[in-house]
C-alpha cells in the first residue's frame, strides 16, 4: 500500500487508535527465528524504526541496548534445545515508547539471589534493563516470557504538552 517497498519496513503500521482513546503514532512487530544473527536484523530493524521519531542519541542507545539485551536472553536462555521463536513488538503512543520482547520458551527459572562477588558468565541483563528503561516489567512461566520496557523520553515530552 505505501511507496516504500524496503523489506525492512515491513514490521511498521500506520497510527491507529488504542482502547483506551490514545493515539498510536506509530508500530513495529517482528517475529524471528530466536537465533544470535536474527537478532542483530531485529535491533537494526528497531532502530530504523525509531529514527522516526526525534529521539536524543542517549534515548535510542537505552532503547535498542535493553531490547538487544532481552532478545539475546531469549536466544541464550529460552529454548534450551536451540529452536523456538521470539516476538518483538514497539509501539509510540503519545510521549511514551514502549517495547516488549516475547518467547515461548521455558521461562526464568527461579533462583536463589546472587551473591555480591560471584562470579558468572552473564546475569547482568536484567538489571541493566532496569536500569535504562522507565519502568520494566517481566511476566515468566512455563509457557515463555514477556519483557516489557517503558521509557518517556524528554524530546517526546517536549512534543507533548500536557
Known amino acids: 500500500m505505501g511507496e516504500s517497498t524496503d523489506g525492512d519496513q ?3 503500521t500506520p497510527p491507529a487508535r488504542t482502547g483506551t482513546g490514545a493515539v498510536v503514532t506509530s508500530k513495529f512487530e517482528e517475529l524471528a527465528p530466536a537465533l544470535p544473527n536474527e537478532m542483530a536484523g531485529l535491533r537494526r530493524k ?16 537505552d532503547i535498542t541496548l535493553a531490547t538487544y539485551e532481552a532478545l539475546a536472553n531469549v536466544v541464550a536462555h529460552a529454548y534450551p534445545d ?9 509501539a509510540r503512543t503519545g510521549d511514551t515508547v514502549t517495547v516488549t520482547v516475547t518467547d515461548t520458551g ?3 527459572p527461579a533462583t ?6 560471584l562470579r558468572t558468565s552473564g546475569g547482568r541483563g536484567l538489571v541493566l534493563i532496569e536500569k535504562v528503561t522507565d519502568q520494566s516489567d517481566i511476566e515468566t512461566g512455563c509457557d515463555g516470557t514477556t519483557v516489557r520496557m517503558t521509557w518517556r523520553p524528554a524530546a517526546l515530552r517536549d512534543q507533548n504538552p500536557a
Open 46 to 61: 528497531l532502530t530504523q524504526w525509531l529514527g522516526e521519531f526525534p529521539l536524543d542519541p542517549e534515548s535510542t542507545h
Open 112 to 117: 536463589s539471589p546472587r551473591r555480591a562477588g
Open 82 to 90: 536451540g529452536r523456538g521463536w521470539t516476538r518483538l513488538q514497539a
Open 106 to 108: 521455558c521461562g526464568i
Open 10 to 12: 515491513t514490521g511498521t
